[in-house]
């Protein structure tokens, strides 16, 4: 049974003051950023901070007394375990969670927080899934997939009904894909009512099962990495999923770990959103449309779905600063000097005069240059952007110092 628009229409009505309808308003910093008509539906605003407990509530609701009174189990990096959670407990069901043990603190907490068993296993999706199934099967419980049932995928919908009412003439849709549970619920429900509109997904480079499942025909495993957007990080797209992908989903997009980190700079900058690695990915791709081959986007009325906010705070100062020096306003400079007193004052005296400001400063004696003479410098330097960069680069070079950076 494939999922219709029907059964989201169903799941909107039955899910009616118990999800947020997150609004979906216009940005002017990003679209002047992304050359579009840039909405951001912002579905890290939901009570759990993901748009994961539309398809858990959904699913919860449709089981039946008994199985609700023996209670459920799932495997989630996070936001689909504190969706389930959540309503659980509204609900007065059972749960239990497997994550895998690399999971955000900020989500294991906050799980734990809203009644649940936590049980950390393994060190990916894939093996947590696999315990969760197994627990499953010996203590009764109610398997709930984090994507791959068509209750979640419906409950997932959802979303895509409220894009349509809140943004008229929207002519793209971009989201974030990790299992592809959110990308098939919104796709069939923008392609049924606008068939016109683009429904766009974007993966992270480091787990790009649907892009390379839509190009082989099939579900494809991939190996994944480690990412900035560990919400994605699922390394074998939903085969209910894909089969819906194949038929609502017109391009796929994959970006990378520094665009991510861009992506994440922008929002906390201009729009003041704490958003994670997963939610930020559509922006991510909009700024780098161009290089990924996005075509045909330019000056058009797109949504972002901006779909979980529950970074790990212990994340956020590493992501600023990869930002920034992805942008140029951070750079890592090595100068070697003469190993005496006065020539460390004299770098910082050049970099001080074009404007640089020193974070950080190691002074490497011990294992520094082979010349025993020589010390090694780094330095950190916060910049205004790459062409700065240059005119620091340029004056260490006119003041005679060796440098690299």
Same mark, same amino acid.
């Given at each position: 049974?494939?999922?219709?628009?029907?059964?989201?229409?169903?799941?909107?009505?039955r899910?009616?003051?118990?999800?947020?309808?997150?609004?979906?308003?216009?940005?002017?910093?990003l679209?002047k950023?992304?050359?579009?008509?840039?909405y951001?539906k912002?579905?890290?605003?939901?009570?759990?901070?993901?748009f994961?407990e539309?398809g858990?509530?959904?699913?919860?609701?449709?089981?039946?007394?008994?199985r609700?009174?023996?209670?459920?189990?799932?495997?989630?990096a996070?936001?689909?375990?504190?969706?389930?959670?959540?309503?659980?407990?509204?609900l007065r069901?059972?749960?239990?969670?497997?994550?895998?043990?690399?999971?955000p603190?900020v989500?294991?907490s906050?799980?734990r927080?809203?009644?649940a068993?936590?049980?950390l296993?393994?060190?990916?999706?894939d093996e947590a899934?696999?315990?969760a199934e197994?627990?499953a099967?010996?203590r009764?419980?109610?398997?709930?997939p984090?994507?791959d049932?068509?209750?979640?995928i419906?409950?997932?919908g959802?979303m895509?009904?409220?894009i349509?009412e809140?943004v008229?003439?929207?002519?793209?849709?971009?989201?974030?894909?990790?299992?592809?549970?959110?990308i098939?619920?919104?796709?069939t429900?923008?392609k049924?009512?606008r068939?016109?509109?683009?429904?766009i997904?974007?993966?992270?480079?480091?787990?790009p099962?649907?892009?390379?499942?839509?190009?082989?025909?099939?579900v494809?495993?991939?190996a994944t990495?480690?990412?900035?957007a560990?919400?994605?990080?699922?390394?074998?797209?939903?085969?209910?999923? !894909?089969?819906i *992908?194949?038929?609502?989903?017109?391009? @796929?997009? #994959? =970006?990378d +770990? /520094?665009?991510? &980190?861009k992506? $994440?700079?922008r929002?906390l900058?201009?729009?003041?959103?704490?958003?994670?690695?997963?939610?930020?990915?559509g922006?991510?791709?909009?700024?780098?449309?161009?290089?990924?081959?996005?075509?045909?986007?330019?000056?058009?009325?797109?949504?972002?779905?901006?779909?979980?906010?529950n970074?790990?705070?212990?994340?956020?100062?590493?992501i600023?600063?990869r930002?920034?020096?992805?942008?140029g306003?951070?750079?890592r400079i090595?100068?070697?000097i003469p190993d005496?007193p006065?020539?460390l004052a004299?770098?910082?005296a050049?970099?001080?005069?074009?404007g640089?400001s020193i974070?950080?400063?190691?002074h490497?004696?011990? !294992?520094?240059? *082979?010349?025993?003479?020589l010390?090694? @410098?780094s #330095? =950190?330097? +916060? /910049?205004?952007d &790459?062409g700065? $960069?240059?005119?620091?680069h340029a004056a260490?070079?006119?003041?005679?110092m060796?440098?690299?950076?």
């Amino acid at each position: 049974m494939s999922v219709t628009l029907e059964m989201i229409r169903g799941a909107k009505e039955r899910m009616v003051g118990a999800i947020y309808h997150s609004p979906c308003p216009y940005s002017l910093s990003l679209s002047k950023l992304c050359g579009a008509e840039v909405y951001c539906k912002l579905d890290h605003l939901q009570m759990t901070g993901s748009f994961k407990e539309r398809g858990a509530r959904n699913k919860l609701l449709q089981l039946s007394a008994q199985r609700k009174n023996t209670g459920v189990i799932a495997a989630s990096a996070g936001n689909h375990a504190l969706g389930l959670a959540y309503h659980g407990g509204l609900l007065r069901v059972p749960v239990t969670v497997v994550m895998p043990k690399w999971a955000p603190i900020v989500k294991v907490s906050n799980c734990r927080g809203f009644g649940a068993t936590v049980i950390l296993h393994g060190e990916s999706f894939d093996e947590a899934r696999a315990e969760a199934e197994r627990l499953a099967a010996e203590r009764g419980l109610t398997f709930v997939p984090a994507f791959d049932d068509v209750e979640v995928i419906a409950g997932q919908g959802t979303m895509g009904l409220e894009i349509l009412e809140d943004v008229p003439g929207v002519e793209a849709v971009v989201v974030p894909v990790g299992g592809g549970g959110l990308i098939a619920g919104v796709g069939t429900a923008i392609k049924a009512l606008r068939p016109q509109v683009k429904v766009i997904g974007v993966e992270s480079l480091h787990a790009p099962t649907l892009k390379r499942s839509l190009e082989a025909g099939r579900v494809i495993r991939v190996a994944t990495q480690p990412s900035l957007a560990d919400g994605l990080n699922v390394a074998e797209c939903g085969h209910e999923c !894909f089969a819906i *992908a194949q038929r609502v989903v017109d391009e @796929v997009a #994959l =970006v990378d +770990e /520094t665009q991510i &980190a861009k992506a $994440v700079l922008r929002l906390l900058e201009l729009e003041k959103m704490v958003v994670e690695g997963a939610g930020a990915v559509g922006l991510a791709a909009m700024m780098h449309r161009e290089a990924l081959g996005l075509r045909g986007l330019e000056g058009k009325k797109i949504v972002l779905v901006l779909c979980g906010g529950n970074i790990d705070m212990t994340l956020v100062a590493r992501i600023i600063d990869r930002g920034m020096a992805a942008d140029g306003r951070l750079a890592r400079i090595t100068v070697h000097i003469p190993d005496r007193p006065g020539t460390l004052a004299k770098v910082l005296a050049v970099i001080g005069e074009t404007g640089g400001s020193i974070k950080e400063v190691t002074h490497d004696r011990h !294992f520094g240059p *082979a010349d025993v003479a020589l010390a090694r @410098v780094s #330095l =950190v330097v +916060e /910049t205004r952007d &790459a062409g700065h $960069v240059a005119e620091i680069h340029a004056a260490l070079k006119a003041a005679g110092m060796m440098f690299e950076g």
